[in-house]
């Protein structure tokens, strides 16, 4: 199957930890995203990545990390700078901005709580 | 700069009844439009998008949406609600700079639209 997958589905965190949520595509896209979803509020961007070994931050980026040494892979790391880790986190990704569409496709989520 | 404003935080219909969800945008570009729906604890799924062809986009499970320059809306409808479209849904717009370039066409999602389908 071609898709999105996010791991774990729940995480629980505890004060002064960090903890790294896992998101992999087989979709051959360029472009990865992560968001952040509070209840009634949409999503917020975390950070990007429109190719391998580059990535932007986005609207809210302090107290979480990113890396992307893979194509397939966009791991986060919420750190314990993040005061208010509690919200669920979806994954996107894109065809990017080369392959001039601009969709993005989402995981089925994270749900991080805090012990 | 680019909004979107989700008129309704709330929707309730009828099973077989029309649905109506209402979005305004403003874009300083030629937007790309989009509605995705999210059931409970749930990703995010794509059911249409807008990318200046047509202005009434037909998308999945009968829904469809019609853009409307003049009004700067992209409101969503279906003939008749089914209780499987119970959901919340969000509409986004991308001010993709007419395509094409090196800038990321960043996505501003709506607040959302929490749809309730009674029996």
């Known amino acids: 199957d071609g898709g999105i997958t996010q791991s774990p589905k729940y995480l629980f965190r505890k004060e002064g930890q960090n903890v790294t949520l896992s998101c992999e595509q087989n979709l051959n896209h360029d472009a990865m995203y992560w968001y952040r979803q509070d209840p009634g509020q949409g999503l917020r961007l975390i950070y990007y990545s429109q190719i391998v070994n580059d990535f932007q931050k986005g609207d809210i980026a302090e107290g979480y990390s990113v890396s992307r040494e893979k194509k397939e892979s966009f791991p986060l790391t919420v750190t314990s700078a993040q005061k208010n880790p509690t919200a669920f986190y979806l994954c996107a990704s894109s065809m990017g901005f080369r392959g001039g569409e601009e969709t993005q496709y989402f995981g089925p989520g994270t749900r991080l709580l805090v012990l | 700069a680019q909004s979107v404003t989700q008129l309704d935080s709330h929707v309730s219909v009828s099973e077989g009844t029309p649905v109506l969800l209402r979005c305004n945008y403003s874009s300083s570009y030629s937007p790309s439009l989009f509605w995705y729906v999210q059931h409970p604890n749930k990703g995010l799924q794509l059911l249409l998008k807008?990318?200046?062809?047509?202005?009434l986009v037909k998308g999945i499970n009968g829904f469809e949406a019609e853009f409307k320059k003049s009004e700067t809306s992209f409101h969503l409808t279906k003939p008749s609600a089914h209780m499987s479209d119970a959901a919340e849904y969000f509409c986004v717009v991308s001010d993709s700079e007419g395509g094409g370039g090196t800038s990321y066409g960043k996505l501003t999602f709506g607040q959302g639209t929490i749809l309730t389908v009674h029996p």
């Open positions: 807008y990318t200046s062809a047509a202005t």
